[in-house]
């Protein structure tokens, strides 16, 4: 898949984001590895399709999934024909107004809540738009870093909001599940590691899902750019290029 420029709005035949942000690749559920969070994307997957519950909360520490998993969900949606918003909170001169009218979406994901607290403004907008978009009966997937109760949160009413769904604590796979990761990863995107490969990014990579599929991506350009499987050495020139993201 390439990646999706950002427009207004996800639809089926053009699936895009809502900010002037890109994907390196579309995300999908399939490829996370749910490990000991399956119980969390077994909801996310209902929510995804229509169903399910109509608010849930994600944190966990970094590199545990949160945004391929918001990003994923309202990909997902918008190939069943679903209206969906992915907004990173993170983005630099993100303004409240960003969130008007989207109570009308089917399903709205909030991404890196914690940016935000603290902010008087986007703190009432987001409480107003939490009741609305319940109102109107439409999905809302919220990630933070953090559970709702340790967010520097200075209006209880949207912290009392945050607690009203299943809260889901993405935990971190041990290093059987990163392996699986791996080859599942790669084996989307059409590669075979072999055993030495998998034992030298397990011993020189980061061990977390954002790391490895991050690396898996620039891996998959150097095998695709020379043509062939990877090996080592185009695993260390993987290492060695600046995320896309970064």
């Not at 966990?60 to 391929?68: R, V």
């Not at 909170?89 to 989207?102: F, Q, R, S, V």
Request: aromatic share 4%.
């Amino acid at each position: 898949m390439h990646a999706q420029s950002a427009d207004i709005g996800v639809n089926t035949t053009n699936p895009q984001l809502h900010l002037p942000i890109e994907l390196r690749r579309e995300p999908t559920l399939a490829e996370y590895l749910p490990g000991p969070n399956a119980e969390a994307v077994e909801a996310i997957s209902a929510m995804a399709a229509g169903s399910g519950e109509p608010f849930l909360f994600l944190f966990g520490s970094p590199g545990t999934g949160k945004t391929h998993l918001l990003q994923a969900a309202c990909l997902d949606a918008a190939q069943r024909g679903l209206k969906t918003h992915f907004i990173p909170l993170g983005t630099e001169g993100l303004e409240p107004e960003i969130l008007e009218n989207l109570e009308r979406s089917d399903l709205v994901a909030i991404d890196d809540l914690e940016a935000i607290a603290g902010d008087a403004n986007w703190e009432r907008t987001l409480f107003a738009f939490f009741n609305q978009i319940r109102a109107h009966g439409n999905r809302l997937l919220i990630a933070a870093g953090s559970a709702p109760d340790s967010l520097p949160l200075t209006l209880a009413d949207l912290r009392s909001r945050l607690q009203w769904g299943p809260r889901y604590c993405l935990i971190p796979l041990n290093d059987a599940e990163c392996e699986r990761l791996l080859i599942q990863s790669a084996a989307h995107r059409g590669m075979r590691l072999s055993d030495d490969v998998i034992r030298h990014i397990m011993h020189y990579s980061a061990r977390d899902p954002s790391s490895l599929m991050t690396l898996i991506a620039r891996l998959d350009s150097i095998s695709l750019r020379e043509q062939r499987q990877p090996t080592i050495r185009l695993v260390r020139s993987a290492m060695l290029e600046e995320s896309p993201d970064r």
